[in-house]
């Protein structure tokens, strides 16, 4: 078979062996797909960061649903989200949401390119960016195809109802200036996993954000 180059998203990785590993990602082509990677020591951890953009080879394997990369760079270093470390505690939490979010084999039109979008924006913020994984959940209703209204959120918002109103309301820009405490932010960002799980009909338990109530206690 010949190799297709591709450009993909890493959203997880889960090791196989010693020297392996399957790299669970999101692209044009594929939507979200796992792809095996040999000599996985040998290619570095740090290419397979979450939410790392990389462009690779994908080589289809007659013998097996599972295909293999080979030829990984990165596209992207990404340095402004690396060299942070809540914009690297917010990659963490976000990635495990896509992961746990899109089913494997799910392919939504434009999704990807919407991923692409909301990290190079990550990327180059530098500052004002605490409400940024809020509005990415907001967003990610949208891309997934059921854009939400304030009536379809309010019995998920609760005692929230305010600042999920405003957050709605609000222009991208406008939305990361929303004044908000640690504690409501975790709030909302609770709520909108639980919005995100209804309407996607499955139970959406991200581990990831225990840490990211610890970062904005």
């Not at 951890?45 to 030829?71: C, H, M, Q, Y």
């Not at 949208?142 to 019995?155: H, S, T, V």
């Not at 609760?158 to 309301?169: D, F, V, Y």
């Amino acid at each position: 078979m010949t190799p297709v180059c591709t450009e993909l998203i890493v959203l997880a990785t889960t090791k196989v062996g010693d020297n392996a590993m399957v790299v669970h990602t999101l692209s044009r082509e594929w939507g979200r797909r796992g792809f095996l990677v040999r000599s996985a020591k040998k290619a570095g951890t740090a290419l397979f960061l979450p939410l790392n953009i990389l462009e690779a080879d994908v080589v289809e394997n007659p013998k097996s649903e599972l295909w293999n990369l080979r030829n990984i760079v990165l596209k992207d270093a990404l340095t402004g989200i690396r060299g942070n470390l809540h914009k690297n505690t917010m990659t963490l939490f976000l990635s495990e949401v896509l992961y746990r979010t899109i089913r494997d084999g799910a392919n939504e039109d434009g999704l990807y390119d919407w991923c692409v979008k909301s990290i190079l924006t990550l990327n180059a913020l530098e500052s004002d960016f605490s409400n940024f994984h809020i509005r990415f959940l907001l967003e990610l209703a949208g891309a997934l195809g059921f854009r939400p209204g304030f009536d379809d959120i309010a019995p998920f918002a609760r005692e929230h109802l305010q600042p999920m109103k405003e957050l709605l309301n609000a222009s991208f820009s406008e939305s990361l200036v929303i004044p908000l405490s640690g504690s409501t932010r975790n709030a909302l960002c609770e709520e909108l996993l639980q919005y995100l799980s209804y309407h996607t009909e499955s139970n959406i338990q991200v581990k990831s954000l225990q840490v990211l109530r610890e970062l904005y206690q």
